[in-house]
């Protein structure tokens, strides 16, 4: 599945919080496989916004939606906020 560039914002909260490495490794097994188990991709609530999430490490999670086949990242968050 093709991912829509990332929001700028994004790209220096990832880079401030030394995430870029890890961010791309997890995007890119998400694009191969978006099931995989290290993942942890999950349907958030309320279900029927139809807005995911999937893990880039344990504290970090990135949240998108599926807009016209392709994924847009809406967010990149601190998991326990």
Aim: proline fraction near 5%; charge should be positive.
């Amino acid at each position: 599945m093709k991912v829509k560039p990332l929001n700028p914002r994004f790209e220096k909260y990832l880079k401030g919080h030394g995430l870029v490495k890890k961010f791309h490794k997890q995007l890119k097994l998400f694009q191969e496989n978006s099931k995989h188990p290290s993942l942890n991709t999950e349907l958030l609530k309320p279900k029927q916004m139809r807005i995911y999430s999937f893990r880039i490490d344990r504290k970090y999670r990135a949240i998108f939606g599926i807009i016209s086949g392709e994924i847009e990242i809406f967010d990149i968050t601190d998991h326990y906020q």
